[in-house]
């Protein structure tokens, strides 16, 4: 087998169930997958298929038919986020899928049920940015949704329904690192700062009973915790398949996830990369007050359980579970997980007095 299709093997054998489960239908995944062959017809693949489908919601617009077109540009969205989230050999069409998707996702926004709203967090000399839904009855609690090394808030659409259908608030937001949030630089192991400054944006916001609950996915379930203490009025958070030290296993990773890690982490090289690996570690880092929920898979080959078991006494409050049956991020069985999560937040969430 060449390198190209090696390559592509490698990357559809750890992330297709997430893939899937964000919202793209297996057939199209296989389908686009057999037409790019090798690796580098990856991006330009999924960015025709992602074209396609926004003119799909351009024409449903024009018709006046706005759930159809808001559906239509959630699906080019995730045509173009996936098209650029693991490829880095040419970053220059990676920057360009990327800012497409952020683009039709804008135009997607208004047409959910229910709709998203774009908010800026005011962070050091600039913004954040985020989509918050709310249910229909507010007030109501709201979950912070931290995306991980390679996702960002535009991936969350289908998460997102899970928290509303219970009655809960979303805020899906890019965090310094992370999607629009590179803006501030790679991945920083200070989170407090930025779970501030969207707590205090979160504060008095109209719809909002004051009620936080949140919410990590893969590497983002680590970054949650190293800053949830700084979290003020947060009731309960939830580490979806993080780890304690990114440095303990840093020889163990696939090699598939280490040009994600240099690109995700600024670093110069493999040996900067892996310096830059070791200052994520939630050894000595403060506990939030709150009840913390932290599930793994047990068949995870990116972040090993056994480095995942030394969150079980993280905080005073938590709870672990581990999948035996579960991938990376558990996406093989997310009809088990997700709706664990919302059930979980929902539930500690409504026993805070308000």
């Not at 750890?14 to 686009?32: C, K, N």
């Not at 659409?157 to 509303?164: V, W």
């Not at 310094?176 to 501030?196: D, I, N, V, Y």
């Not at 040009?259 to 050894?283: E, K, P, V």
Request: overall charge neutral; proline content about 6%.
């Amino acid at each position: 087998m060449d390198g190209g299709s090696n390559r592509l093997q490698q990357v559809v054998g750890h992330w297709l169930p997430r893939i899937q489960v964000a919202g793209v239908a297996g057939t199209d995944a296989q389908r686009l997958i057999a037409a790019a062959g090798e690796w580098p017809n990856w991006c330009a693949t999924w960015s025709k298929e992602a074209e396609q489908h926004q003119a799909m919601g351009d024409a449903a617009l024009a018709a006046k038919r706005n759930i159809t077109a808001g559906e239509a540009y959630v699906r080019a969205a995730l045509f173009f986020h996936f098209a650029q989230f693991m490829f880095f050999d040419d970053l220059a069409a990676k920057d360009r899928a990327a800012q497409r998707k952020v683009e039709v996702y804008r135009k997607a926004a208004p047409h959910l049920l229910p709709p998203a709203e774009l908010v800026a967090v005011p962070y050091r000399d600039g913004a954040l940015h985020a989509y918050f839904r709310r249910p229909a009855k507010p007030p109501t609690p709201v979950v912070v949704i931290i995306p991980g090394s390679d996702s960002t808030k535009e991936e969350f659409a289908a998460l997102e329904e899970h928290f509303l259908r219970r009655g809960l608030a979303t805020f899906s937001v890019d965090g310094p690192g992370q999607g629009e949030g590179r803006s501030f630089g790679p991945l920083s192991p200070e989170w407090g700062p930025a779970l501030t400054a969207i707590e205090a944006a979160l504060q008095g916001h109209a719809g909002l009973d004051g009620r936080i609950g949140l919410m990590g996915m893969a590497f983002g379930g680590h970054l949650a915790l190293q800053g949830a203490h700084a979290m003020k009025s947060l009731g309960a958070a939830v580490c979806m398949n993080g780890f304690f030290d990114l440095g303990s296993f840093w020889s163990e990773l696939p090699e598939v996830y280490r040009a994600n890690m240099r690109y995700a982490l600024g670093g110069t090289d493999t040996a900067d990369t892996a310096a830059r690996a070791r200052r994520f570690t939630l050894a000595a880092t403060r506990p939030p007050a709150c009840p913390v929920l932290t599930l793994h898979g047990g068949l995870d080959k990116i972040f090993p359980p056994k480095d995942a078991e030394r969150l079980t006494t993280f905080a005073r409050d938590t709870e672990s579970v581990v999948f035996p049956e579960g991938n990376h991020v558990c996406n093989n069985i997310a009809y088990i997980y997700r709706p664990l999560i919302a059930d979980w937040l929902a539930e500690k969430l409504a026993a805070i007095r308000k």
